[in-house]
């Protein structure tokens, strides 16, 4: 069998079982909701450094859900994704600190500006192939970071945007139970809603006859062509989308971490996000944020005993690239269905 | 003048970066990593050899040496296994290499700034055209072309040579032909790390030696080898011409901006001739 055969007669595999088990267990079992409820009460239960890391891993798995949009979805590998998170989070940073403008209209203008960059970058990008297309990707991720640099003006330059301001929550006070939380957990619980809705909009685009359609040009883009798809006009549309998302992501970033500084631009944050994103495993809805906090967790953990986190993480890549590169869901996945092939033998 | 050295010297890094990908279509990171420890390794043997400074040719060419030893190791233990595999795994693998290399160069050197002098012969400067120079400046000028022209000899004037451009062009022929294709690629790899290594040792006496130097010399040494294209040998010569010349007249012309108006290049030669310059379709 060729290398694509085998590869066709897993993914189909692999996606025969997922539609199985999605109907056995998340047929009794919300599970969405579940680890939604407990990520809501993290304010009143955890810490507020607990709080803290919540809210970086809810940035984080839309990002990089984003991102596998283009990557598991579309088979776009992107090496500049980070540049639309940075648009987003300049924008919105920006508008609320320079010019006072409201959350509730920085925070839209950040993910349409982020998604007009992605419109005008991705037009020149999906027209390249392959490694071209991960070059020229990266050349404008170095654009936005160069212009994010030097133009002192506008965004601060190396000194970057301290002190973004926090949307007004003072409404928050109205619901029972959240009169005593401080606007740290305020923001924390609106990044949750937010990040919560938008996932389940990716997750409805992917499951739906547009998401089908990128599914297949991902396998066999001569094929979808020849199917009379547009490729470049879909590829384009998953784009922007996903460079829109990344700014929204980016927008909640810059206000979580208090400030947007050009070092969120610079292209090696780009491949940090890819790791996330195969962390959690690029085949898998739920990949990208189980990767999400996965590494948050594990940067933790590791730089409480070492200094040399990009060691470790480097060393946990290669595991994963040689050992699992179906990532962690993948790796679950492939255990759950020997466990349940032992049962029924 | 100050763009010529640049941009020689970029050519040196570059050449290794181009030589790779046109023989293995692999974009590699973790060239500037290697680069990163061709300094530290010259640094090193400087102070083995003779601590109050001297014998720095013979220490960059051990550094070279040395750095191309790790790239061939690399290459068997890990390369080799991903050659056929998508190419995100590729670039992330090399990735996972800058994070390793990076940490382990701290972790071995420190985080202070280190730093070789000159040798004696090139420590002075000379007045041309009115202007003063540093003597190791024009060398590095003139150092650029005869590595060029050294690689091109290497590459079209011996057997290694010829094995590396057949690969190439056609690997599965080669295969066919007999050839050890796994051989040929080692080589090359070697080679490429080799230059590497050699040029972060070349760069000690006018730089100093800190961390994070890989990845900023490496979005430089990917932008010469699009505009002058990936795998194209004079292509990587005359695209880090241009690119010391774009950045120099950038900074003349918009101060401050002349980091863009490089990566602008960058995209807009991808957009346009995204096999760049002198290079060939895919």
Not at chain 2, 232 to 239: A, N
Request: hydrophobic letters at 55%; aromatic letters at 14%.
């Amino acid at each position: 069998m060729t290398v694509a055969a085998k590869k066709k007669v897993l993914r189909r595999r692999v996606a025969t079982a997922a539609a199985l088990r999605s109907r056995a267990i998340s047929g009794r079992i919300p599970w969405t909701l579940v680890i939604f409820v407990i990520m809501a009460t993290v304010p009143w239960v955890g810490s507020r450094y607990d709080t803290f890391l919540a809210a970086q891993i809810t940035i984080d798995a839309l990002f990089a859900v984003s991102l596998n949009l283009l990557l598991g979805t579309t088979g776009l590998v992107s090496f500049g994704h980070v540049a639309y998170f940075g648009v987003g989070a300049y924008v919105c940073g920006i508008l609320m600190k320079t010019y006072e403008v409201p959350f509730s209209l920085a925070f839209p203008a950040a993910g349409l500006g982020a998604a007009l960059f992605a419109l005008i970058s991705g037009y020149f990008c999906v027209r390249l192939i392959k490694l071209y297309f991960a070059m020229l990707t990266l050349a404008f991720s170095q654009i936005v970071w160069a212009i994010a640099y030097k133009w002192n003006a506008v965004t601060g330059g190396d000194q970057g945007l301290p002190e973004i301001p926090y949307p007004n929550l003072d409404w928050m006070s109205a619901i029972p139970g959240c009169g005593d939380l401080s606007i740290g957990a305020r923001f924390y619980l609106l990044t949750l809603v937010i990040v919560a809705v938008s996932l389940a909009a990716v997750h409805r685009v992917v499951r739906s006859p547009f998401g089908r359609v990128l599914t297949t040009i991902r396998d066999n883009p001569e094929r979808a062509a020849f199917l009379g798809i547009n490729v470049r006009l879909y590829r384009l549309a998953a784009f922007v989308v996903a460079g829109g998302l990344a700014g929204l992501a980016g927008a909640l970033y810059g206000i979580f971490s208090r400030g947007v500084f050009a070092d969120y631009v610079f292209w090696s944050k780009s491949a940090e996000i890819l790791i996330m994103t195969i962390l959690g495993g690029i085949g898998y809805f739920w990949g990208p944020p189980v990767g999400a906090a996965a590494l948050v967790w594990l940067n933790q953990v590791i730089t409480d005993y070492t200094q040399y986190w990009s060691f470790v993480l480097g060393v946990i890549l290669l595991v994963l690239l040689f050992g699992f590169p179906g990532g962690i869901v993948g790796g679950l996945d492939l255990l759950w269905q020997r466990v349940k092939r032992l049962r029924n033998a | 003048m100050g763009g010529l050295t640049t941009a020689m010297f970029l050519f040196l890094i570059a050449s290794g970066l181009s030589l790779i990908f046109g023989v293995m279509r692999i974009i590699n990171f973790a060239h500037g990593s290697f680069y990163m420890f061709g300094a530290y390794l010259a640094w090193q043997a400087v102070q083995w050899l003779h601590p109050t400074g001297g014998r720095f040719w013979l220490a960059a060419l051990l550094a070279a040496v040395g750095v191309g030893i790790l790239g061939a190791v690399t290459e068997r233990l890990f390369f080799r296994s991903l050659y056929g595999r998508e190419e995100l795994y590729q670039l992330l693998f090399t990735y996972a290499l800058v994070l390793i290399l990076g940490d382990a160069a701290k972790f071995i050197w420190g985080t202070d700034q280190l730093s070789v002098s000159a040798p004696p012969a090139l420590a002075g400067s000379v007045q041309i055209l009115g202007t003063t120079q540093p003597l190791y400046s024009l060398f590095i000028i003139a150092i650029g072309p005869a590595i060029a022209f050294a690689l091109w000899w290497v590459l079209n004037r011996t057997g290694a040579g010829r094995m590396i451009r057949a690969a190439q062009m056609d690997r599965e022929m080669l295969d066919a032909l007999g050839a050890n294709v796994a051989t040929v690629y080692t080589v090359t790899f070697a080679l490429s790390a080799f230059l590497a290594g050699l040029s972060g040792a070349l760069v000690t006496p006018i730089q100093s030696i800190v961390p994070g130097m890989d990845v900023l010399i490496i979005v430089q040494a990917f932008i010469v080898v699009v505009i002058g294209g990936m795998g194209s040998l004079w292509g990587t010569f005359w695209g880090s011409v241009i690119y010391g010349q774009v950045l120099s007249f950038g900074i003349l012309i918009f101060p401050g901006f002349s980091l863009f108006s490089v990566f602008a290049l960058m995209a807009v030669i991808l957009i346009v001739r995204p096999w760049g310059l002198f290079g060939r379709p895919l």
